[in-house]
């Protein structure tokens, strides 16, 4: 009970920004199911180290159903958010190959593309994502050495936020 005192308006606060920032399109919808997840995504790897499927596979299906809701509206395929989710995850996947990040980083990654439906927020969101993560990530080394790992899901989050923040002072410039 107690997280939902604070998970629950930050989920609103996030949905409320999402709307706001991307207007009624359908790509807001997947915006919105992210806002939804995201603070109890953020605990959940902070405390565990992992991404659940249960919060960010329900995420690809309701990013994918929007994508093709918004391919059948304009008559355009919505090109920006499918590469980025490809792409995105695509690099984290060669990562996860790697040992760098999990799969459920993977996930969420492909989650956080379907729901960029610029090509602004396809980019910034895991620019900063991996510029914050990088800048937390050389404190954890210094403070705790070689072999130190940090959960990397709220830093993907964090990215996405940044993003719609910077699409939301875009569009009212």
């Known amino acids: 009970m107690l997280r939902m005192a ?13 709307t706001v920032a991307l207007g009624p399109a359908a790509a807001t919808v997947p915006a ?9 995504l953020a605990r959940v790897d902070l405390v565990q180290r992992r991404l659940p499927n249960r919060m960010v596979v329900p995420g690809l299906v309701v990013g994918a159903v929007a994508a093709a809701g918004s391919w059948a509206a304009t008559g355009r395929p919505p090109w920006t958010p499918v590469v980025a989710a490809l792409v995105v995850a695509g690099v984290l996947f ?4 790697a040992g760098g990040v999990g799969m459920g980083d993977v996930k969420l990654a492909a989650f956080i593309g379907l729901a960029s439906p610029t090509l602004g927020m396809a980019v910034l969101a895991p620019l900063a994502a991996f510029v914050l993560g990088g800048a937390v990530s ?3 080394l210094v403070r705790r050495g070689p072999g130190a790992r940090i959960p990397f ?16 002072l875009v569009t009212r410039a």
């Open 6 to 18: 604070w998970q629950l308006p930050l989920s609103v606060a996030i949905a409320v920004l999402a």
């Open 32 to 40: 919105i199911a992210l806002a939804a997840v995201t603070p109890e």
């Open 94 to 97: 060669l990562l996860a190959l």
């Open 138 to 140: 050389v404190v954890v």
């Open 153 to 168: 899901g709220p830093f993907l989050l964090a990215g996405y936020l940044v993003a719609l923040v910077a699409s939301l």
